[in-house]
């Protein structure tokens, strides 16, 4: 008999060897496909929950240029006006897509959640960075000392602001008619996209 076994033991070692890789195997495959308990989508509804509990009044965080504020909660909304740093704002209305409908004095419209913080909390530097993806900065260049800031798409328009070259400003509207609608310190007004350049988000 021990000799029978002898002759055959080989075979039984790549048998065991054999059936462990297809319990292995089926092991695997069954964590694979069965679904997360804590799936990805269970996480943005617990964060979405936590920021639908905003209401009453909040401080709108815009950094030096000011937070715009937007006809429709949406990256491509028209912007109605720029809500100055730290100025207090209204929540109309919950969250709809990452946005909240707020009330800056006598305008109503949309602002990103994550801009809209209680008077202690901190402005982390993620909020920084994602402000400045979400509205980006550019350079103010010329050979002149200083440029203008026009009301209207006009050099012969009232001008709002005259800005020192090397100071930034926020974009809000891409280039048309050779100007870039642009907020400076609260203020939003014209200024000709050649005079503007594009600032690192990384510095």
């Known amino acids: 008999m021990r000799l029978r076994i002898q002759k055959y033991k080989q075979w039984i070692i790549l048998l065991l060897i054999f059936l462990s890789c297809c319990l292995i195997g089926a092991a695997f495959v069954i964590t694979l496909f069965t679904p997360s308990h804590h799936s990805y989508e269970t996480q943005v509804q617990t964060e979405e929950q936590a920021e639908d509990g905003k209401k009453g009044i909040y401080y709108a965080y815009g950094g030096a240029h000011g937070l715009p504020l937007c006809d429709a909660s949406s990256k491509y909304a028209k912007i109605i006006t720029v809500i100055p740093n730290k100025a207090k704002v209204e929540i109309v209305s919950t969250i709809k ?3 909240y409908k707020v009330r800056y004095k006598n305008k109503e419209g949309y602002v990103k959640s994550r801009y809209l913080l209680k008077a202690d909390q901190k402005v982390s530097k993620k909020i920084k960075r994602k402000l ?7 350079y103010v260049i010329a050979e002149e000392d200083t440029i203008k800031m026009y009301k209207k ?3 012969s328009s009232k001008v709002l602001a005259e800005i020192s070259v090397g100071y930034c400003v926020r974009i809000l509207d891409k280039a048309r008619d050779g100007y870039c609608r642009v907020a400076y310190k609260n203020k939003t007004g014209y200024i000709l996209a050649k005079n503007l350049t594009q600032f690192n988000i990384n510095e």
């Not at 400045?132 to 550019?138: G, H, K, Q, V």
């Open 153 to 155: 798409k006009n050099q």
């Open 97 to 99: 897509r990452g946005y």
């Open 132 to 138: 400045r993806e979400d509205y980006p900065l550019y």
